[in-house]
């Protein structure tokens, strides 16, 4: 049973709406990310996983190997 959970994060660096596709593609490989929606507009991404498969730090972590700071808004 997976226990899906949408959490909104926000991120500092972005410069325009490719930054804000890159986040989401890298942040929906991850096994357990269902989808991943980042606003450039609103310096935010809102995240909707299964907290069974992943967690909010690996999500963090991710965000910042791509190139972003992020925190739990």
Do not use: N
């Not at 660096?13 to 986040?23: F, K, L, N, Q, V």
């Not at 929906?28 to 996983?49: D, H």
Request: net charge positive; with cysteine.
């Amino acid at each position: 049973m997976s226990t899906l959970v949408k959490k909104k994060f926000k991120i500092d660096g972005m410069h325009c709406t490719s930054c804000a596709m890159t986040i989401d593609f890298d942040l929906e490989e991850l096994k357990g990310v269902k989808t991943a929606k980042t606003s450039y507009a609103k310096q935010e991404s809102e995240v909707e996983f299964d907290e069974e498969k992943i967690k909010m730090p690996q999500i963090i972590e991710k965000i910042k190997k791509t190139g972003y700071k992020a925190s739990l808004l």
